[in-house]
């Protein structure tokens, strides 16, 4: 880990790889994460707006981040925030899995600073990177004292977005993300001037689980036109402790997949039935193997929850030793607009 030493107020930038840090491994090869937080710092072209203090977490792609990797981000902002002098944290992330760790952050987060993560769709090593000016304004974001108490935030392309609901929304865009049920938060420019929306203030934070608390499996399930339920099944024989299903429209499945769901439920499996489609919530509308015969099937409805959202969420309460009921009951909360 590499610390930089600073006195006065400040920002802290955990550097954790992706594309903000990835160059091309040798002609022709693909990019790879390579460069450490103090290079990435020193490729803004805008001057920092506050004092940064760097500190290097991971050097990898975020697609190869595990929910462990994330639980380890989340223990390194608390490890800043113990720092009085720290007036918010900035992580550099790869945007794969943005909106899994930002969520995870977002849901154990108890501190009124900002936590704010930024990346990059260009390499450090493009013509045009957009690394550098991501990291400006998110710093800019990170120390102003306006965002104070609003949570965890991604910044992006100049706009800002609350954790909750936000993902990727596009593959190589530069404004990549979207947070379609809940919009932005506001926006910060070039030269760090913020605009924010009024905002709710966000939750009860969740604890952190300590090193400790095992790594329940997790998978995510995804429901198609002819699906049956021979991945459920090999979930379960893998030893899942939960299962996100990834249903269509409202959260729907079959008849089949709905018999297995009850067979896991029964075995003490907690299965969140979520949704392929973009925005909008899970509703148990239908029969026949739909939405309503998951929830009579002992499957928890996800509410606005995404897939790689809802399964942050039940990781974590796994991991907490939550019980089915209590899960049922978070993901009621969560699911729904502030
Ligand atoms: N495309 C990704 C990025 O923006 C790769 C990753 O998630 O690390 O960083």
């Known amino acids: 880990m590499t610390v930089t030493d600073l006195r006065g107020p400040h920002v802290v930038l955990l550097a954790t790889g992706g594309t903000i840090s990835s160059r091309a491994s040798q002609a022709g090869g693909g ?38 990797d994330m639980v380890v981000i989340c223990a390194r902002i608390k490890e800043a925030l113990a720092d009085p ?27 009124p600073r900002p ?29 102003s004292a306006e965002v104070r108490g609003r949570g965890v935030l991604v910044v992006f392309a100049g706009r800002i977005f609350r954790a909750a609901g936000v993902r990727k929304g596009h593959t190589t865009r530069l404004d ?17 001037d913020i605009r924010l929306q009024e905002g709710p203030s966000g939750y009860e934070a969740l604890p952190l689980p300590d090193g400790g608390a095992g790594s329940p499996r997790v998978d995510l399930v ?64 239908y029969g026949d193997g739909g939405g309503a015969d998951l929830r009579a099937a002992g499957a928890i409805p996800s509410g606005l929850l995404r897939p790689s959202q809802s399964l942050i969420l039940l990781s974590l309460l796994l991991r907490l030793g939550a019980p089915g009921d209590r899960i049922a009951e978070v993901f009621a909360r969560h699911g729904k607009p502030l």
């Open 31 to 68: 990019a790879v994460a390579s460069d450490t937080g103090d290079q990435v710092v020193a490729s803004m072209v805008t001057p920092a707006s506050h004092p940064v203090r760097v500190v290097d977490v991971f050097r990898k792609g975020s697609y190869l981040l595990t929910v462990d």
């Open 85 to 111: 002098q720290v007036l918010g944290v900035v992580v550099s992330h790869g945007t794969d899995t943005m909106e899994e760790t930002a969520y995870l952050v977002d849901l154990t987060h108890d501190d």
């Open 115 to 143: 936590v704010v993560f930024t990346g990059a769709q260009q390499a450090a090593d493009a013509e045009s990177p957009d690394g550098p000016d991501n990291l400006s304004r998110a710093i800019a974001v990170a120390g």
């Open 176 to 192: 990549a993300f979207a947070n379609p049920d809940f919009g932005t938060a506001g926006s910060v420019s070039g030269t760090g």
């Open 222 to 285: 995804a429901v198609h036109p002819g699906a049956d339920s021979a991945l459920l099944r090999a979930s379960l024989q893998a030893g899942a402790d939960g299962i996100v299903l990834q249903g269509t429209g409202t959260g729907n499945a079959n008849k089949e997949i709905c018999a297995a769901v009850a067979e896991a439920v029964a075995a003490g499996v907690v299965v969140v039935t979520s949704t392929r489609v973009e925005a909008g919530p899970v509703v148990p509308v």
